[in-house]
């Protein structure tokens, strides 16, 4: 069974998801940074394709992903650094990434190289929808790899049912229209959470956009299965490169 179905059937509540860019800070850190977040307890990680326009981040993660093209980082050297890291690493992985580059890369010759490395899903934010359902769904699916879709505060009802139809891994819910970056508090979002929560909606949801103390953190649990967390710890990856201290500074902020 794939990763992410396996997580989410066993854990309902207070799952972690953490964000990086792939070749930043230095460019051989994806294997130390992936190890250090499992050995830590998270529970899923997002592994980010530096991409030079990736319109839906802020300037935390922008900056990173400028810094790993500059460092070398391309899909095809993550993908020979991730080859073999099932022998290493147990928890579900998602690619995040722009469409240009997977399309350069070959979306189908994308998909059999996740299957390869042992990689669980993929986020594209900018595919659309009724794109990936007539060309992309049947490639993905052959490959048993999940879509993930982002709905926000904007989303339509209509459409936040179709993504709930059409995809079974989990509905990342952005926590506002703005890009990512650390919020101080969620108390505005809160008739949102409650809202989507009102739904009924078949799978679970991850929250993600701000999620950077212990007050966004334990909002986010309250009202969905878990929490994404990127500008936060590219931040913190910034000021301590070392993986393991940065991810242990990571909990202490989320928790302390």
Request: with cysteine; net charge negative; aromatic share 8%.
């Amino acid at each position: 069974m794939n990763r992410i179905k396996t997580l989410f059937l066993q854990k309902q509540q207070d799952i972690l998801s953490v964000y990086f860019t792939a070749g930043y800070p230095a460019l051989n850190d994806t294997k130390a940074i992936l190890s250090a977040l499992q050995t830590q307890g998270v529970d899923l990680v997002e592994i980010g394709i530096p991409f030079s326009d990736p319109m839906a981040d802020g300037p935390v993660i922008q900056e990173s992903s400028h810094k790993a093209l500059n460092n070398g980082m391309s899909i095809k050297l993550l993908f020979e650094q991730l080859t073999n890291i099932r022998n290493e690493i147990n928890i579900p992985l998602v690619m995040m990434g722009y469409l240009n580059p997977v399309m350069q890369f070959g979306f189908e010759a994308f998909c059999r190289e996740c299957s390869r490395v042992g990689i669980d899903g993929m986020i594209i934010p900018d595919l659309p929808m009724s794109d990936y359902l007539e060309e992309y769904k049947a490639i993905a699916d052959r490959y048993d790899l999940k879509f993930i879709f982002l709905i926000t505060p904007e989303t339509s009802e209509e459409r936040i049912r179709i993504i709930d139809e059409n995809t079974d891994g989990f509905i990342y819910m952005v926590s506002s229209a703005a890009v990512t970056g650390a919020q101080s508090s969620f108390d505005s979002r809160l008739a949102y959470f409650d809202r989507i929560n009102a739904m009924g909606l078949k799978n679970p949801r991850l929250i993600g956009f701000g999620v950077s103390n212990k007050a966004t953190f334990d909002a986010v649990n309250q009202h969905a299965s878990g929490a994404i967390v990127g500008s936060a710890f590219i931040k913190i990856l910034e000021q301590i490169p070392e993986p393991e201290k940065a991810v242990g500074e990571l909990l202490r902020v989320l928790k302390e």
